[in-house]
């Protein structure tokens, strides 16, 4: 590759710097809700590097719309099966994690993370 | 502190992904990949019928793990209901919503549940399929709900849909498993004329159930987040 | 011939379908749940032998491997299937009783979505199915956690879910990288494949799945969220989670890391974690009062061990380890229905409560004291065999690492007798006033409950007697790990 500026590079890069800020939210932040946030955002760069796997350079979407395209001349459909799957069930997991915290709140009334975070030995 | 060393750990493990991947991501890029995936789009076509190649993926390919994933979509709205519901349902509205939004939201949502349908129904020759479908049918729900002070969510009707698309969903499997074809998911329909709306087999059936599961699914886990009293500070 | 794709689908079909059966009537999800469960037990026993000889090899939807998504029902699938199934079984039978309040539906639906996505990771052969079956049997964990929807079982259920969110990112993260290279998603493929995974990105992938996998597998220092989850959850899920869910996660893994990665460069490194995993564990559950906390910290402990003994790269160490996690599920699963019923009918999480207890509960107590000996490895319990050959394997090994780690195990064997016997001792020898003044209901648990725990105490009292049996079983699943998956020795 003789850019750096190229479509594949930019994406890839993109979905590390997605996956490193949510990892980093999730790590140090205290707000039960930022956290929450940070997951969605590490698993929404993973999703995206997930699809970018798929690409090849210079073929189109794996839809036989026209008349005449041809097989070769389309991208890798199964990385974009795999993120259908994978958005759903991330959308699965943050929609619990959401009500949890709704509930903790009604509980305790705080959203700080310091009471439930450590190994209480 | 905290913040500190997660910062190191996470600049350390960003620069060993960038240099891992870097180097088997760039020259793999340009050429034709070896891949399971060019594998399945050249073949496709003739072998499920489907305009659409992701469908046929989604679908009959990987079709178990669109199973296992309906699974989790049925999982999260289990648990929002288990743990949003509280002893008493609210049906009435706290705030009164403008005249425009309670309107508006009623002539949107024959809209918006037609567009949900034709997305869903469209699956095997067009972007989208039964789980964009699904969730555009939820969204036109959702509106009427959060907007209106007369329509009540039924949670039995839900539960039914839902229930019944799945076990659609495993029964079509089912008829593969044992029929003609010996295996779970096995396409048992004719593949009908390429690129029109009846063709690909079970594929828009599948659709249509997921379409089903989802739409019901969303409806029941945004109804019992919305109208459940522990969300409200103003309540208990 | 039963097609295996059942034992996944049946818990599945009647997931989908008790809410339906709950709407008109109310108890009768027990009932679907309870015959669900029967099936599954009877099935995978029967499967049992037929794969010993030759591992059954699932085609779904008709597509060929690597192309489809296959299943592949060899030793480790079935024994695994089996321990699931006839644990979640007898479970299900304590159940019956347990559980009483007006969700149990939902209880129900969750338990059989927990016994599908366990027998789906021990039944598949593609990656990414895993990860899906994986989530599964994440997401309904987290929820029955937060089953008693008390302030500690939220916390913990948020503490779980975090934590092993994080752990799914690394998954997927591994996914991708394998998929980029390799191009495909099938274990036997890939292991065909690994060739082209170079050397650190080969490793990176390895490291990203010991993360993302030992979240679950409660791995050292991964496993902070086990004693609050296992501690909270209702007593018969607890029994679940520490019985089976830890070590599907920890089998999985160590699948992937032998048969489909090949990845034995970092088993040193594996076997020293484990040992300090289970001193960790067993030095703090010295240090509980409540109960379920105990059991929680020693499933840790238990953990350690296994890894330990599963990362030994021997026949021996591997089948060694798993005939520890069928002594553990079967050991563990009684301490946590036991507890269930202690709690239950005196009011007290606190152990120092239960005293003399056994006077009342004599069949509880006398299988508790059975099952913890039985951890702790004294003979005749089927814990001892199973200890001892993990010992053996270790000191046969001829690595001075390996030997040296021996200790560390033997430590941690003296503190988990020391304070099992604390317990068992509070609770024949204890002082009975100290009950507290709900004692006047102690009473014997009911015969639901008694049932499933003679049955499994029936394993570790007398399993030595088919102790070739069991090696037999657990020496073929030894050698699925340790040789190499291949495309063409399925078809």
Redo the contacts between chains.
């Keep these: 590759m003789n850019s750096l500026v190229t479509v594949e590079n930019i994406v890839y890069l993109a979905s590390f710097g997605l996956i490193l800020i949510g990892l980093f939210i999730v790590f140090s932040d205290k707000n039960l809700l930022k956290i929450v946030i940070g997951i969605d955002i590490a698993e929404t760069g993973v999703n995206i590097l997930l699809v970018a796997t798929g690409y090849i350079h210079g073929k189109t979407a794996p839809i036989f719309s026209k008349l005449g395209l041809k097989a070769s001349q389309m991208v890798d459909p199964v990385p974009q099966a795999l993120v259908l799957t994978s958005i759903v069930i991330g959308f699965g997991v943050t929609a619990l994690a959401l009500a949890l915290v709704v509930r903790l709140y009604q509980k305790t009334g705080s959203l700080d993370v310091s009471n439930i975070r450590g190994l209480k030995w | 502190m ?2 500190v060393i ?2 190191v ?3 350390g ?2 620069f ?11 020259p ?3 050429e ?14 003739e ?1 499920t019928g489907a ?4 469908t ?3 679908v ?10 309906v ?6 709205a ?7 519901r509280g002893e008493r349902f609210i049906a009435a509205k706290i705030f009164d919503e403008s005249f425009i939004l309670k309107t508006g939201s009623f002539l949107l949502f024959p809209f918006i549940t037609l567009f949900g349908l034709y997305i869903i129904v469209h699956g095997h020759l ?2 989208g399929g039964g ?1 964009p479908g699904g969730v555009i049918i939820a969204t036109g729900f959702f509106i009427v709900i959060m907007t209106s002070d007369i329509v009540r969510l039924r949670e ?1 009707l839900v ?2 849909l ?3 698309a ?2 659609t969903f ?1 029964g079509l ?2 008829v ?2 044992f029929g003609t ?7 048992f329909m004719g593949k009908g004329v ?2 029109t709306l009846l063709s690909a087999g079970i594929i828009p059936f599948i659709y249509a159930a997921i379409g089903v599961k989802v739409g019901s699914e969303l409806t029941g ?1 945004v109804g019992s ?1 919305f109208l459940s009293p ?2 409200r500070e103003e309540n208990e | 011939m039963v097609n295996p794709i059942l034992l996944i689908l049946v818990p599945l079909a009647a997931a989908f379908f008790i809410p339906i059966l709950a709407m008109v009537w109310k108890n009768g999800s027990r009932y679907v749940a309870l015959l669900v469960g029967l099936f599954n037990a009877i099935v995978s026993i029967a499967l049992l032998p037929v794969v010993m000889t030759k591992p059954i090899h699932v085609t779904i939807a008709g597509f060929k491997a690597p192309i489809g998504i296959d299943l592949l029902a060899g030793p480790l699938g079935m024994v695994f299937a089996v321990i699931i199934s006839v644990t979640g079984f007898l479970v299900l039978i304590y159940s019956f009783d347990y559980i009483s309040d007006k969700s149990q539906s939902r209880y129900y639906t969750l338990f059989l979505l927990l016994l599908t996505g366990s027998l789906g990771m021990v039944l598949t052969n593609d990656i990414f199915n895993l990860f899906v079956f994986f989530e599964i049997l994440c997401i309904s964990s987290y929820i029955l956690v937060a089953y008693n929807r008390d302030e500690h079982g939220l916390e913990a259920a948020i503490k779980y879910l975090i934590l092993g969110s994080v752990g799914s990112v690394l998954f997927l993260l591994a996914i991708s990288i394998v998929y980029l290279k390799l191009g495909t998603l099938n274990m036997a493929d890939i292991a065909d494949k690994i060739e082209g995974l170079t050397g650190s990105a080969k490793l990176m992938v390895v490291v990203l799945l010991l993360s993302g996998l030992g979240v679950e597998a409660a791995i050292f220092p991964l496993n902070s969220w086990l004693p609050d989850a296992h501690s909270s959850a209702p007593s018969s899920i607890s029994a679940l989670l520490s019985g089976f869910v830890i070590e599907v996660a920890l089998i999985v893994l160590m699948k992937l890391i032998y048969s489909v990665m090949g990845a034995l460069q970092v088993l040193e490194i594996v076997s020293v974690i484990a040992v300090v995993t289970l001193l960790v564990g067993e030095f703090s559950a010295f240090r509980q009062g409540n109960i379920k906390r105990i059991l929680a910290y020693s499933s840790i402990g238990q953990i350690g061990l296994i890894l330990f003994a599963l990362s030994l790269n021997s026949r021996a160490g591997i089948s060694a380890g798993v005939l520890q996690v069928i002594n553990h599920a079967a050991s563990k699963s009684i301490l946590f229905l036991v507890s269930g019923y202690f709690i239950l009918r005196t009011g007290s999480y606190e152990y120092k409560d239960y005293g003399g207890i056994a006077k009342k509960m004599p069949v509880s107590s006398l299988l508790f004291t059975f099952a913890a000996l039985s951890l702790v490895g004294v003979p005749p319990f089927l814990g001892f065999f199973s200890k001892i050959q993990i010992i053996v394997a270790a000191a046969n090994s001829g690595s001075t690492l390996l030997v040296s780690l021996i200790v560390g195990i033997l430590i941690g064997t003296i503190i988990e007798g020391v304070y099992f016997l604390k317990v068992v001792q509070v609770l024949y020898f204890g002082n009975s006033e100290s009950v507290s003044p709900v004692a006047s209901e102690v009473r014997e648990a009911p015969f639901s409950a008694v049932l499933p725990i003679v049955l499994m105490g029936l394993v570790v009292v007398v399993g030595f007697l088919f102790l070739p049996q069991f090696n037999s079983v657990t020496g073929s699943v030894a050698t699925e790990i340790v040789r190499k998956l291949s495309l063409a020795s399925l078809f």
């Design positions: 905290r913040r997660s910062l750990l996470i600049l493990f960003g060993y992904l960038v240099t891992v991947i870097g180097k088997i991501a760039f793999s890029s340009g034709q990949k070896g891949s399971v995936g060019v594998a399945i789009v050249n073949n496709a076509a072998q305009a659409n190649a992701v046929s993926v989604v009959l390919y990987r079709g178990f793990d669109t199973l296992g994933e699974t989790v979509l049925f999982l999260a289990l648990g929002l209901s288990l743990l949003m067009t972007p789980f039995n539960s039914l839902e229930g019944l799945g076990l495993i499997g089912i593969g498993l074809k010996g295996s779970f998911l096995a396409n390429f690129n886990a987040m522990y969300g």
